[in-house]
T-cell receptor, first 116, second 113 residues
Framework: ETGVTQTPRHLVMGMTNKKSLKCEQH?????MYWYKQSAKKPLELMFV???????ENNSVPSRFSPECPNSSHLFLHLHTLQPEDSALYLC???????????????FGPGTRLTVL | TQLLEQSPQFLSIQEGENLTVYCNSS?????LQWYRQEPGEGPVLLVT?????EVKKLKRLTFQFGDARKDSSLHITAAQPGDTGLYLC?????????????FGKGTKLSVKP
């Protein structure tokens, strides 16, 4: 498999459930990201990891807990979510974490999350 | 706070028509990127423009970066149903992390046969 893969593609959960989203990149990249995409809002960066170390956390509620066990895998653990957390959650990776016009981000297909 | 405003928000046209979508900001960016996102998929990078006034062509798509590096446009000639999708612009600045990549809300394009 190539590129960035995400599982599951769709997830429906109740507010009291605990679930996890998984992301895997097959590109040999050192940086990985979680984004939230909601209707009528720009893509919101949630977490940034560089070589398994979290380098950025954009004021995300504690009910979202990221985990990066190695540079190829990224998880987002979810617990006691709210209906307003329903969105498309996108994972992305890039060669390095610093910005440059040559440091392209590659996105996975996303997990469509619905919180009932 | 850096913001990118995209217009129009929605665009529905017939196959064969031309269209232009815009990405504007009051801030200067080192470069701007354009992504296309198809339903059920993640965004895919189309192009990166880095020099003020730069024009890049990708088949029927023409991308322009404003002279002041605050705005960009995407022009599609003879649109086809396969062009349907959400077009996102994203601005970045040198010296920061990828967390400094700012996205617009996108333009949702529908091209009808």
């Amino acid at each position: 498999e190539t590129g960035v893969t995400q599982t599951p593609r769709h997830l429906v959960m109740g507010m009291t459930n605990k679930k996890s989203l998984k992301c895997e990149q097959h590109l040999g990249h050192n940086a990985m990201y979680w984004y939230k995409q909601s209707a009528k809002k720009p893509l919101e960066l949630m977490f940034v990891y560089s070589l398994e170390e979290r380098v950025e956390n954009n004021s995300v509620p504690s009910r979202f807990s990221p985990e990066c066990p190695n540079s190829s895998h990224l998880f987002l653990h979810l617990h006691t979510l709210q209906p307003e957390d329903s969105a498309l959650y996108l994972c992305a990776s890039s060669q390095e974490v610093y910005w440059s016009s040559y440091n392209e981000q590659f996105f996975g297909p996303g997990t469509r999350l619905t919180v009932l | 706070t850096q913001l990118l405003e995209q217009s129009p928000q929605f665009l529905s046209i017939q196959e064969g028509e031309n269209l232009t979508v815009y990405c504007n900001s009051s801030s200067v960016f080192s470069s701007l990127q354009w992504y296309r996102q198809e339903p059920g998929e993640g965004p895919v990078l189309l192009v990166t423009v880095v020099t003020g006034g730069e024009v890049k062509k990708l088949k029927r798509l023409t991308f322009q970066f404003g002279d002041a590096r605050k705005d960009s446009s995407l022009h599609i000639t003879a649109a086809q149903p396969g062009d349907t999708g959400l077009y996102l612009c994203a601005g970045g600045s040198y010296g920061g992390s990828q967390g400094n990549l700012i996205f617009g809300k996108g333009t949702k394009l529908s091209v009808k046969p």
